[in-house]
């Protein structure tokens, strides 16, 4: 069966991208601009933002990605990347906003994450007047798409496209690399207490198929399951690959030497990817890719 690491090579991927960049082209009327946004509605302005608030870590990541870093006001909690991010207004967290100090900032654009800040908030925000884009990627031209259209409320075409190509192309050449490459049963860890997973919708588990590895959680009914660890000890994966809670800390993989019956810890295929490169949905994501392959193309040279 097909997967996406088989499908998005080079003129496919880059045929989607004339196509987002197409649905995102100004709208004709004025000096409008117009796109498409993450819950189908269109999101316009008559002018390039000047004053955008992004409310998520990603958000943050892929408006700076698309060039207009120069124009954010405001960010969240753990808006990390890039370095000067963390010099911009923090408005509470991704969970719970400052509405008031937001507002203070009278932000002309806000980049709001949609399954992560608050619904009535950010309601609220849309009821005082204020042009949300909702960002919520799934996929990697979901990735590109976001990029692009970014580029375009903020008026860095340009740099928005140069950077989603790149994007794709880097998926791309990751796809060639690994499209015959043997299967890995995989466990992707995504936090600790509770123990979490995705399932085949997640854009981390198209990462883990890119790399050749096949998600042993795909066929879940919830996006993000709640586990235990006789599901993973049913389960049997080959690799286990976890986030942890930090850029060097992979605590998280130390449970799991203590089952040795686990094919994973046998074979010594206990990774950590920075959760910082594979957790966000931006163009660092290929970042973490192309680290998950090498753990996983690591995992087939300990096979017997």
């Known amino acids: 069966m097909a997967t996406d690491k088989q499908t998005c ?12 960049i197409s649905q995102s082209l100004w709208a004709q009327s004025g000096d409008i601009r117009c796109v498409e946004d993450d819950r189908f509605r269109q999101v316009c302005l008559e002018q390039p933002a000047q004053r955008i608030a992004a409310l998520s ?13 120069d124009q954010v006001v405001a960010v969240v909690s753990y808006s990390d990347y890039p370095p000067e991010a963390k010099q911009v207004t923090s408005v509470g967290s991704h969970t719970r906003l400052d509405l008031e100090r937001l507002v ?30 909702y960002v919520e990627p799934h996929n990697f031209d979901d990735i590109a798409d976001n990029i692009v259209d970014m580029a375009v409320l903020a008026g860095t075409e340009e740099t928005g496209r140069k950077v989603a190509q790149e994007f794709l192309e880097g998926i791309d050449d990751l796809a060639h690399t690994y499209k015959d490459a043997d299967p890995v049963a995989t466990f992707y860890q995504v936090w600790d207490e509770p123990l979490m997973s995705m399932n085949h919708a997640h854009y981390i588990s198209k990462v883990v198929e890119l790399c050749g590895g096949v998600n042993v959680f795909a066929d879940s009914p919830r996006l993000i399951p709640r586990l235990n660890q006789e599901a993973i000890l049913i389960k049997n994966p080959e ?24 094919k994973a810890t046998q074979q010594n295929n206990l990774f950590f990817v920075p959760p910082s490169l594979i957790q966000r949905p931006t163009p660092r994501l ?17 096979r017997d």
């Open 239 to 262: 690799a286990i690959i976890a986030g942890g809670m930090g850029e060097r800390n992979a605590h998280w993989l130390d449970k799991w030497r203590a089952f040795p019956e686990l």
């Open 286 to 302: 290929l970042e973490g890719a192309r680290v998950m392959c090498e753990k996983l193309e690591i995992a087939r040279q300990h």
């Open 9 to 20: 090579f080079l003129q496919l991927c880059l045929t989607a991208l004339a196509v987002l």
């Open 57 to 69: 870590p990603g958000a943050t990541e892929l408006i700076y990605a698309a060039g207009g870093g």
């Open 104 to 133: 203070s900032l009278k932000p002309d654009l806000v980049l709001a994450w949609r399954t992560g800040n608050p619904s009535e908030q950010i309601a609220t925000l849309e009821r005082i007047g204020m042009t949300v884009y």
